[in-house]
T-cell receptor, first 114, second 114 residues
Framework: DTGVSQDPRHKITKRGQNVTFRCDPI?????LYWYRQTLGQGPEFLTY????????KSRLLSDRFSAERPKGSFSTLEIQRTEQGDSAMYLC????????????FGPGTRLTVT | AQSVTQLGSHVSVSEGALVLLRCNYS??????LFWYVQYPNQGLQLLLK??????LVKGINGFEAEFKKSETSFHLTKPSAHMSDAAEYFC????????????FGTGTRLTVIP
């Protein structure tokens, strides 16, 4: 069990560019969550998947954001036409089915939009 | 709807002193409650969780928390602070049923003074 991994750990991009982040959950964890954390705040829920199905999306997830989990394993989060307000830490978590409250977090991807 | 309030964004204690981090929750349904710790530039690590069993919950690194329904509180304590406890601590709440996405407080930064 290697834990949840995220790639890249840091990303600096210019406003208007697209970025994509990857999350690899703990193997055999059915549920996968994305959160966003801005400076001085707690993480805020963005979306979650059960296997490959995206079952819930927060209103924080604007049309510029899209998340996928095509084979029920790793997930990607894409932000199109980035804005400075998108600068944050993007955290991924996974949990086993039946214990969905027990979420294990990855190290996060820190996005800086200049 | 669920929400969490953490009183005190910064708490300083002397090494060896009692640690008390406060958390009050709001939930329209029976909650699950959690404390997470975050070290600089890292993801969140689960310290302990309340899932409707014993109201006094013991976690890792000597931390514990007590669920008090009458006070809607879930305060985190440790009898004797260690330098390695310096970090950001987040309280979170989730519904007992459903997606179980977590709602986090704004965090409390703990400083341990030698």
């Amino acid at each position: 069990d290697t834990g949840v991994s995220q790639d890249p750990r840091h990303k600096i991009t210019k406003r208007g560019q697209n970025v994509t982040f990857r999350c690899d959950p703990i193997s055999e964890h059915n549920r996968l969550y994305w959160y966003r954390q801005t400076l001085g705040q707690g993480p805020e829920f963005l979306t979650y998947f059960q296997n490959e199905a995206q079952l819930e999306k927060s209103r924080l997830l604007s049309d510029r954001f899209s998340a996928e989990r095509p084979k029920g394993s790793f997930s990607t989060l894409e932000i199109q036409r980035t804005e400075q307000g998108d600068s944050a830490m993007y955290l991924c978590a996974s949990s086993p089915n039946g214990l969905s409250y027990e979420q294990y977090f990855g190290p996060g991807t820190r996005l800086t939009v200049t | 709807a669920q929400s969490v309030t953490q009183l005190g964004s910064h708490v300083s204690v002397s090494e060896g002193a009692l640690v008390l981090l406060r958390c009050n929750y709001s939930s329209s349904v029976p909650p699950y409650l959690f404390w997470y710790v975050q070290y600089p530039n890292q993801g969140l690590q689960l310290l302990l969780k309340y899932t409707s069993a014993a109201t006094l919950v013991k976690g890792i690194n000597g931390f514990e928390a007590e669920f008090k329904k009458s006070e809607t509180s879930f305060h985190l304590t440790k009898p004797s602070a260690h330098m390695s406890d310096a970090a950001e601590y987040f309280c979170a709440v989730s519904e007992m049923a459903g997606a179980n996405n977590l709602f986090f407080g704004t965090g409390t930064r703990l400083t341990v003074i030698p």
